[in-house]
């Protein structure tokens, strides 16, 4: 996950190298060669990662501290917020991926952000968009026994303030005016459970892929 969005926060994090971490399906959905926008890119964990892919990476990270350790290895870091990062601070087109890991539950309005870059990608550029799932099993146990406590990280990280179902990601990046042209389930059941069984009740976050709407 990115640093908060809270400059203030007390939690860093830092690349998980497992094959079932949202991480993981990030980096091999952006690929290689690639023109990358790390939106919360906190300290350049997973810049770093596409770096050695030979991308070329830009982030944008509120937090000056993490966004000092960012410059290691993006070739820039705007140190902004992301919610308030205008359209014209990159010209139309100049990235071929924009990464949003596990950034936009922490938004108010993360529809407004996503319509507002989405100009920034090329013509044939897409989006990379990580989640947790509310939905996941772990979440619907403590439900049944009258629980919901926030937590310092995870699903119910107490700086969320947005939650998503797989259905209401979607609904998320439609409403975005994005196309999902595909999904996978994370977390680490996935390393036991098929993608086509009941991903929306095993799966702990989801990681899209979306192109904009004009390309359908």
């Known amino acids: 996950m990115a ?98 890991a596990d950034v936009l539950e922490h938004m108010e309005h993360p529809d407004r952000v996503l319509r507002t870059q989405q100009r920034w990608l090329s013509s044939n550029g897409y989006a990379i968009v990580s989640l947790p799932n509310i939905a996941f099993l772990g979440i619907r146990l403590q439900l049944l026994l009258g629980r919901f406590n926030y937590r310092d990280f995870g699903i119910l990280d107490r700086t969320h303030l947005r939650f998503y179902t797989l259905a209401t990601a979607k609904e998320l990046l439609h409403g975005a005016q994005y196309s999902v042209k595909g999904f996978e389930p994370v977390g680490w059941p996935s390393t036991i459970m098929p993608s086509w069984l009941y991903p929306t009740v095993w799966a702990s976050g989801f990681v899209f892929q979306a192109i904009q709407d004009n390309r359908t």
């Not at 990358?36 to 990476?57: E, I, M, T």
């Not at 992301?82 to 100049?94: E, L, N």
């Open 3 to 100: 640093a908060k969005a809270n400059p203030d926060t007390r939690f860093h994090y830092s690349y998980q190298p497992h094959r079932w971490h949202p991480h993981n399906t990030i980096i091999r959905m952006v690929g290689s060669s690639k023109r990358v926008l790390d939106v919360g890119c906190a300290s350049g964990y997973l810049a770093k990662q596409f770096k050695a892919n030979d991308c070329s990476v830009i982030g944008v990270e509120i937090n000056p501290e993490e966004a000092e350790k960012a410059r290691a290895y993006c070739d820039t870091v705007l140190t902004a917020d992301a919610k308030t990062v205008p359209g014209s601070a990159f010209s139309d087109g100049s990235f071929d991926v924009i990464v949003y």
